[in-house]
């Protein structure tokens, strides 16, 4: 038996899904690197990421990339500033 949900049903579940919290990943970079060296990095240490910072970032939900960013500095912290979205 198929259940269909009436409007109200449609507007509280809208609503609960608004609400709903996600993680969402800025993919900033990557880099390979051997565990010795891993295991051997300190405090102050730079961690060189294969992504050169004035190309686009891309920005997952559930793993699957919803939108691309620019890095940018807003109010003192590290941000994204959307440039394109994919439904």
Known sequence: IAVVPTGDDRARI??????A???VVAHLGAMRSTAAAVLALAIGDVLRLEHVP???IDVRVGGVTKMRG?????H???AIR???TSR
């Open 82 to 84: 959307v440039v394109e």
């Open 76 to 78: 003192g912290n590290l």
């Open 70 to 74: 620019m890095p940018i500095v807003d």
């Open 14 to 19: 809208a609503s609960r899904l608004a609400q």
């Open 54 to 56: 004035d190309q686009p």
């Open 21 to 23: 919290e996600i993680d």
